[in-house]
């Protein structure tokens, strides 16, 4: 009778965390959920806040748009981790600093976009996002 006990417990811990990891992975959004593979966008602007956190990093910047008015645009990057191994930290991206994006814009044609890649001013170039399923860098550039 024991061994009956011992072996259902198990059993129900087991499913109960196999239950637990499925329902995160599906919390994680895929690129195409969120982003247009068919809208690439290439702007350049300075930085006003930087996020970074897991599962992505956020990265805001002010953008002149053709009228000469300032947009705020947030680019969503990769997980800190994955940046951090290619060099990028929020030490690179400080307030204040003008950077070059490329990357794909928001289904919700909202001023969000999803980041491939960025040049500092410096000429340095980093691949900064990080989905499977995100189409490369808009023509141009190549990225670390």
Not at 43 to 71: C, M, R, Y
Not at 79 to 85: G, I, N
Request: proline fraction near 5%.
């Amino acid at each position: 009778m024991r061994s009956f006990v011992t072996k259902n417990f198990a059993l129900a811990v087991a499913t109960t965390a196999l239950l637990g990891s499925s329902l995160s992975a599906n919390a994680h959004h895929a690129f195409s959920a969120e982003f247009d593979a068919q809208k690439p966008v290439e702007l350049t602007g300075v930085v006003t806040k930087g996020q970074w956190v897991n599962p992505h990093s956020w990265i805001f910047v002010d953008v002149k748009n053709a009228k000469g008015e300032i947009e705020n645009w947030g680019f969503e990057f990769g997980a800190p981790f994955s940046l951090k191994q290619k060099g990028l930290t929020k030490n690179t991206l400080p307030i204040g600093t003008e950077i070059k994006l490329k990357g794909y814009l928001a289904k919700n044609g909202e001023k969000f976009a999803y980041s491939t890649s960025i040049t500092l001013p410096d000429g340095r170039v980093f691949q900064t996002g990080g989905a499977q399923d995100a189409p490369g860098t808009p023509a141009g550039t190549a990225a670390q």
